[in-house]
């Protein structure tokens, strides 16, 4: 009988390293433009270090407080991967350390973003792999499971299935599915030139803010009048 909530599942989906390389150097802000604000993983999730990350997802789904899971997910993960953990938004006991982190980065893992604790967080600064979570804490994990291995997580309030395209930068994390992936491609690099063309506006001075104006008017805002 299946034993469910204590599964592994293999990664058979991962989408080509080509279409994964496209979205390098893009921000995650134009992709969130694009893609109507929506997939954006909340900002409970935020970068303990400066490193942009980009990969594809391989989800663990931890019991709250236990990296059981997540040891065999560092194991398993192939290069290009990244780590992506729902541990329940719970921050008493952190999933991921410095030594875990340091294995997976030999193993050419792409990140890790851990909805729950990390710890080692001045260690995690200085290193050259990316790693976003909703918190730190001292206090290190148990190590029984259950939980499971490349299933549908949630995580930063975003749903996340195995083989989506993860793009993170220090605004956060955006989550792509890759079937969505090349017309997202084409809305935020829209959203770039766009921005471009506004930001020599702003510069030369001609930036139209007339929209300002005409908005408030038709939302109903009041002018008042200043009295003398
Ligand atoms: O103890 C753990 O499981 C997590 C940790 O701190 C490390 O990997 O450095
Ligand atoms: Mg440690």
Not at 49 to 77: E, H, Q, Y
Not at 120 to 137: C, L, N, Q, R, W
């Amino acid at each position: 009988m299946t034993n469910v909530g204590f599964r592994i599942n293999q990664l058979t989906n991962r989408p080509s390293k080509e279409l994964i390389q496209s979205f390098a150097g893009i921000p995650a802000a134009n992709i969130g433009d694009g893609i109507n604000r929506t997939f954006c993983m909340n900002s409970r999730i935020r970068p303990y270090n400066r490193v942009p990350l980009l990969g594809s997802a391989f989800t663990v789904k931890a019991r709250a407080g236990d990296n059981l899971l997540l040891n065999k997910a560092i194991d398993m993960a192939e290069p290009g991967d990244v780590i992506v953990v729902d541990g329940g938004g719970e921050l008493s006991n952190a999933l991921l350390g410095e030594m875990m982190i340091t294995w997976a980065n030999n193993r050419n893992i792409a990140g890790f973003i851990v909805d729950g604790a990390i710890r080692d967080a001045d260690d995690i600064a200085e290193m050259t792999i990316p790693v976003y979570a909703a918190g730190v804490s001292p206090a290190g994990p148990y190590k029984d499971g259950p939980g499971e291995i490349n299933v549908p997580i949630s995580c930063g309030g975003v749903t996340i299935h195995p083989g989506d395209i993860i793009v993170g930068d220090g605004d956060g994390v955006v989550v792509i599915q890759s079937e969505d992936a090349p017309v997202v491609l084409e809305k935020a690099k829209a959203v770039i030139q766009t921005e471009k063309a506004m930001m020599e506006s702003i510069q030369n001075g001609t930036w139209n803010r007339s929209w300002v104006d005409e908005k408030l008017k038709e939302k109903g805002c009041e002018f008042v009048e200043s009295k003398k």
